[in-house]
């Protein structure tokens, strides 16, 4: 899982005549410091950091079309980043190059009530877009654990905690502004709510990663703020009951907005990290349901039958917003409670998807797989739409320590991929799937090498992710 | 006519049957649902395993032969259009089930399975597939793929690209490979977004498997009557606006409602200018608070009447105008001619108020049907191709509604695909650059163009070609194209 540092690094001179066009074009705004170069190097997964030679930080469509013009003419690697949450290493120039920081691109250009939709630039955060929308009766649903960038979260086709309702980043970003590799400004889709004109440009773009090109701006879909929202948290003597729990309540067609499982070793750690109080170290669900008034208490009332037929204890309920806050922040914190169960520690996380009926199966097997490894690894997942994470924690100066845990983490992805699923349902391939994506997708592999090689021929756009260019480059 | 030797190599891989050149025989393949082009094809296969298909592929790519798929012949844009010099490989004997999985609640179907097929055999575990586009009874899941069809209920559950986790399909050279998983998401590039819509240009799809609902418990649809069509189209604002997500948002206005009225006798008001048809479907108690509100919203947004469905005999009866609206306006008009753009919803008083204006200049009869709720039109113009001129003038009036669509921010089609029929109109919703991707990524699945050659993207001579003749608001568009 080392980021393969490469020796292909830009030429002197190809770098030179990149820098000088942007130190004239962007001044203060073109950052060769160290520290700068250090904190773009890498996201928040492995700290496998690998610098770019410069940062430059753009403010619009036009100056990032004129970076990637630049690169395109000097052949110089170029990668975007918005504010570095991501766990896959996509962000490490691992080519060198350079790094468009899109992160003061934060500007909502429109929100349309009456369409439910909104256009924001790529740097918006996912909070902050929540916040304008306050007083509008809109939210924009999609929650990853990190407060990202919403062009972040497009260009790895992120999820959250209520994918299970709501949908991922695939299906609601409705079109999309990209820098394409030769430097032009492209817009995909549209503010129709269908089309099927064309070929879907806006999903191939969603999730490409920064490979294809940089997304610039993005179309959301908006939702209405439920009438009545309340949240509970139950209980369950062992972890097979909690993940039977989920399954039934999704065979039921319970229209749950947020289903998450939290194991022993998890709800330990966010008892600690975020003070929950009452609460014993059990395999846990956090439940939380979106409607009419009449509609949620329907919906929690089947909810409740079906976990006490499982052995769950009574619900909690939060239905206070203050209530709900700290639950969930607890839950969006998850991370850095698992971190902090061992201090100096360093952790990646796992990010399998298996179809429901596969669940059961997939997070059992993997539980027994960690307890015969010896290493503290927390379970926390949405599993509604059967999607879970084992946070994978290692000593970084213990060699043998870290190889058990990459080890570890590649059965994960492999056992996943076996049962039908992926080896991704959130996070991306980045450099640290490669080979769990030829795994998954075999022949179909080849077609995304062909793709990478039409639309960046260069092979500059975010070099070395998401798709093994050569063959050899996959493990 | 097939070279003898193509012919030869086909015949050996499939039977007598399954193989047809004689023109009688290949005559009714020679269009689909839009009977406006017609194209007889040089062969039509009718193979029923996927090795056969992959043998026709390997024979047809060695000799250049184009292939044009086929399922169900239901297309409105022409999409399954034969090639004179090619084949049309016609996927009707791929019809099996062949699982449902009712706890990953998902099936996996051969493509020339009906629509409305795989709701019929997962009723069985209380489940059903949600996209269902008017011929449901009829088109086939591997035509819905290529189209990426939609329907009345696609508003709350989504279109095809929603609704389907894995394709398998065989690429031009006969070589299998597969797009999405059986989970929810699935790593690297979208392969299978694009393979969604691709109008068979892609790749031919031998496999899908599609996602299951569960049946919602309770389901009711209001029908309101307004005097007034902008009134009609403000009050889906205002249902949208107020978050609302309907699992049917439907408008009809009075020459359609009239038609239907007289074909299937479902009890719409003729007085009325404009009916809306809003289903709620979920729990009973969720129906009953939500259809309180969608009440409040349609009487507050000035509807004249309102009938809520009191049970299911009575909602299917209201639906049932609405399904049978394109064969009701095949009653009283000799040819009709169905417009698919999608707009903002925001634009739609504008567009339907310059769409009766339009009718009245250009003298053509136009009946409006559409998925109100995600900004689908579909004018239907009433047409007699056997008068004089009037091919012409419907045409020109359906480009005059297309332009307006594409210039409020939407898409010349929503549902039906581009197939021969948008080409022009593609031109206009696409700039250059975006063709350039598009014509990209056809190449990267297909770089001998053999598939369904000549439709879904224009060549960007075809634009420039389109482009002068259609000097846009005295812009020339695409001016730094070569002309011919």
Known sequence: MNAPISARRPAPEALAAVMGELSARFGERAVVNASIREQHGHGEGLADAALPDVVVFAHTNEEVAAVVSACAAARVPVIAFGVGTSLEGHVAAIHGGVCVDLSQMNRVLDVNAEDLDCRVQAGVTREQLNAELKGTGLFFPIDPGANATLGGMAATRASGTNAVRYGTMRENVLGLTVVTADGRIVRTGGRARKSSAGYDLTRLYVGSEGTLGIITEVGLRLFGVPEAISAAVAQFPDLRSAVSTVIVAMQMGIPVARIELLDAVQMDACMRYSKLEGYEAKPTLFFEFHGTGAGVAEQAGLMQQVAAEHGGGAFRWATAQEERTKLWKARHDAYYAALALQPGCFGFSTDACVPISRLADCVLETREDIDATGLTCPIVGHVGDGNFHVLVLFDPDDPAERAKAEALAHRVSMRAIAMGGTCTGEHGVGIHKLDALVAEHGEAVDLMRTIKRALDPLDIMNPGKTVPLQKAEAR | ?484
Request: hydrophobic share 45%; aromatic share 6%; charged share 20%.
């Open chain 2, 1 to 484: 006519m097939l070279d003898s030797y193509v012919q030869a190599e086909l015949a050996a891989l499939l039977p007598p049957s399954a193989l047809l050149t004689a023109p009688e025989d290949t005559r009714p393949y020679e269009c689909d649902g839009l009977t406006l082009f017609r194209e007889r094809p040089a062969a039509v296969a009718l193979p029923e395993t996927e090795a056969q298909v992959a043998g026709i592929l390997r024979v047809c790519h060695a000799a250049r032969v184009p292939v044009v798929a086929r399922g169900a012949g239901t297309s409105l844009s022409g999409g399954a259009l034969p090639d004179r010099n090619g084949l049309v490989l016609s996927m009707a004997k791929f019809r099996r089930i062949l699982a449902i999985d009712a706890l990953a609640r998902t099936a996996v179907v051969q493509p020339g399975v009906r629509n409305l097929a795989i709701s019929e055999a997962a009723a069985a575990h209380g489940l059903y597939y949600a996209p269902d586009p008017s011929s449901q009874i009829a088109c086939s899941i591997g035509g819905n793929v290529a189209e990426n069809a939609g329907g009345v209920h696609c508003l709350k559950y989504g279109l095809t690209v929603h609704n389907v986790r894995r394709v398998r399909a065989l690429l031009v050279n006969g070589d299998a490979v597969e797009f999405g998983g059986a989970s929810l998401d699935s790593a690297g590039y979208d392969l299978l977004a694009l393979v969604n819509g691709s109008e068979g240009l892609l790749a031919v799809i031998t496999e899908i498997t599609v996602k299951l609902l569960p049946k919602p418990q309770h389901a009711q649809v209001a029908l309101a009557a307004f005097d007034d069509v902008e009134k009609a189209g403000a009050a889906v604002g205002a249902i949208i606006g107020a978050g609302i997500i309907p699992a049917g948002l439907e408008m009809m206005d009075q020459p359609a409602t009239r038609a239907v009225e007289e074909f299937v006798h479902a009890g719409y008001p003729l007085d009325a200018a404009a009916v809306l048809l809003v289903e709620s479907d979920g729990t009973i108690e969720e129906v009953g608070d939500e259809m309180a509100e969608i009440r409040r919203l349609l009487t507050e947004s000035g509807a004249t009447s309102i009938r809520v469905s009191r049970d299911e005999r009575e909602r299917l009866l209201l639906w049932s105008g609405r399904k049978a609206a394109f064969p009701a306006v095949g009653r009283i008009s000799p040819d009709y001619y169905c417009i698919d753009g999608t707009i903002p919803r925001k634009a739609l008083p504008l567009v339907l108020r310059r769409t009766a204006e339009w009718s009245k200049e250009f003298g053509l009869a136009c009946a409006n049907v559409f998925h109100a709720g995600d900004g689908n039109l579909h004018p239907l113009i009433l047409f007699d191709a056997n008068r004089e001129g009037e091919i012409e003038r419907t045409i020109a009036f359906g480009d005059r509604i297309l332009g307006l669509c594409i210039e409020v921010g939407g898409t010349v089609t929503g549902e039906h695909g581009v197939g021969v029929e948008k080409l022009s109109a593609m031109c206009a919703q696409f700039a250059p650059d975006e063709l350039e991707r598009f014509h990209g990524v056809k190449a990267a699945f297909d770089p001998s163009g053999l598939l369904n050659p000549g439709k879904a993207v224009p060549t960007l001579a075809r634009c420039a070609e389109f482009g002068r003749m259609h000097v846009h608001h005295g812009e020339l568009r695409h001016p730094d194209l070569p002309r011919f």
